[in-house]
């Protein structure tokens, strides 16, 4: 294994797979009014005309390993239990000797999934839940059945996986949900996070007045428990607090607290072009150089160049497409 990693000791420890642009939600922050998605097609170069087979992605994620030592992989999308050979994947990237193997999902169809995906060796999953209320996440998500989400939820925590929650906060939309869900995340006993809106896709040139601040969110917080402080691990994208109330939370903070300085993730879309940084929209497609581990190790140190050196500034590129 080559060393590869920037004068800031960062290196890639982590690939987040979009598997799929589709998505049965549209959330509002992640796809435009008008459905359409959401990136130019200008800033998706280079492209392929096809979403990745699966063995292809495999091949992908063989390469890449050999040459970075991936630690984990996480599954996202879009959604990725849309994905008709999810199984399959899972399956052929533990062959690779990737154990640790995660997934990020909206839930909608998790409930049938949940054992499944643990007795498959999926034990961490992070599920996206705008709001407790109904209505509210009904809005959010534009869609008129988010009761299936807590079944999913509840299906995870029941199957034994380590469940994570997130929610984005949205000022007038879903500020009044953050003690709901944190008070529903510790009734189950899982950890929730609050995450800041990031300009990414159709947020990027829009001023849209929804940013609510990590120091909001803990006002809010502070107005009903006492909270304490819990220790940062290396390349954590979030940081934790304890509450009076039993539970734990954490805070995305891209614009407030950013946490670009030991960012350890590799990001690769549907297409199978990967990206170095959330907030910069070049893409490099790696198939060509699976082969050869000196253009290879040359692409991904380019790659790793391209992480900002303190800040996210946001990106062209939609979530969905690169993978949240
Ligand atoms: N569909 C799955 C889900 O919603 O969990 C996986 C893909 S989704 C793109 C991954 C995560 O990105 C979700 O937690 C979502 O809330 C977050 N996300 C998408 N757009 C965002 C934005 N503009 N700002 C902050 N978080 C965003
Ligand atoms: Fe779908 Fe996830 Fe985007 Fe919502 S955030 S539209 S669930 S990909």
Same mark, same amino acid.
């Given at each position: 294994?080559?060393?590869?990693?920037?004068?800031?000791?960062?290196?890639?420890?982590?690939?987040?797979?979009?598997?799929?642009?589709?998505?049965?939600?549209?959330?509002?922050?992640?796809?435009?009014?008008? &459905?359409?998605?959401?990136?130019?097609?200008?800033?998706?170069?280079?492209?392929?005309?096809?979403?990745?087979?699966?063995?292809?992605?495999?091949?992908?994620?063989?390469?890449? /390993?050999?040459?970075?030592?991936?630690?984990?992989?996480?599954?996202?999308?879009?959604?990725?239990?849309? =994905?008709?050979?999810?199984?399959?994947?899972?399956? /052929?990237?533990?062959?690779?000797?990737?154990?640790?193997?995660?997934?990020?999902?909206?839930?909608?169809?998790?409930?049938?999934?949940?054992?499944?995906? &643990?007795?498959?060796?999926?034990?961490?999953?992070?599920?996206?839940?705008?709001?407790?209320?109904?209505?509210?996440?009904?809005?959010?998500?534009? =869609?008129?059945?988010?009761?299936?989400?807590?079944?999913?939820?509840?299906?995870?925590?029941?199957?034994?996986?380590?469940?994570?929650?997130?929610?984005?906060?949205?000022?007038?939309?879903?500020?009044?949900?953050?003690?709901?869900?944190?008070?529903?995340?510790?009734?189950?006993?899982?950890?929730?996070?609050?995450?800041?809106?990031?300009?990414?896709? =159709?947020?990027?040139?829009?001023?849209?007045?929804?940013? &609510?601040?990590?120091?909001?969110?803990?006002?809010?917080?502070?107005?009903?428990?006492?909270?304490?402080?819990?220790?940062?691990?290396?390349?954590?994208?979030?940081?934790?607090?304890?509450?009076?109330?039993?539970?734990?939370?954490?805070?995305?903070?891209?614009?407030?607290?950013?946490?670009?300085?030991?960012?350890?993730?590799?990001?690769?879309?549907?297409?199978?072009?990967?990206?170095?940084?959330?907030?910069?929209? =070049?893409?490099?497609?790696?198939?060509?150089?699976? /082969?050869?581990?000196?253009?290879?190790?040359?692409?991904?140190?380019?790659?790793?160049?391209?992480?900002?050196?303190?800040?996210?500034?946001?990106?062209?590129?939609?979530?969905?497409?690169?993978?949240?």
């Amino acid at each position: 294994m080559i060393k590869l990693e920037d004068n800031l000791g960062r290196r890639f420890e982590k690939l987040r797979i979009s598997l799929l642009n589709e998505c049965n939600f549209s959330c509002v922050y992640c796809v435009s009014e008008d &459905f359409g998605s959401i990136s130019p097609k200008s800033i998706q170069k280079p492209t392929a005309d096809q979403p990745l087979a699966p063995d292809e992605f495999i091949k992908l994620i063989e390469a890449v /390993h050999r040459l970075t030592g991936l630690k984990s992989v996480r599954l996202t999308g879009g959604e990725p239990l849309l =994905h008709s050979n999810l199984f399959y994947l899972i399956k /052929h990237i533990q062959k690779i000797g990737i154990s640790d193997i995660r997934l990020t999902t909206n839930a909608y169809f998790l409930k049938e999934r949940a054992s499944r995906l &643990f007795d498959a060796g999926v034990k961490s999953i992070n599920i996206s839940v705008d709001a407790i209320d109904q209505d509210i996440f009904s809005e959010i998500s534009r =869609h008129p059945n988010t009761a299936k989400v807590f079944q999913g939820i509840e299906a995870a925590v029941k199957a034994g996986m380590n469940v994570k929650l997130n929610a984005v906060i949205m000022r007038g939309k879903n500020d009044s949900q953050i003690i709901p869900l944190l008070d529903y995340a510790a009734g189950l006993g899982v950890k929730i996070r609050f995450l800041e809106l990031m300009k990414m896709g =159709h947020l990027y040139h829009s001023e849209s007045g929804l940013f &609510f601040s990590e120091k909001e969110m803990l006002a809010v917080i502070q107005e009903k428990y006492t909270i304490e402080p819990v220790k940062r691990e290396h390349a954590e994208t979030s940081n934790y607090w304890r509450t009076s109330g039993g539970g734990t939370f954490g805070i995305i903070a891209n614009e407030s607290t950013p946490f670009c300085h030991d960012c350890n993730r590799l990001r690769m879309d549907s297409n199978g072009i990967f990206y170095g940084c959330l907030s910069n929209a =070049h893409g490099e497609k790696l198939s060509p150089y699976i /082969h050869d581990d000196v253009l290879l190790t040359e692409k991904l140190r380019g790659l790793l160049r391209l992480k900002q050196p303190v800040k996210f500034h946001g990106s062209e590129l939609s979530m969905r497409n690169i993978g949240g």
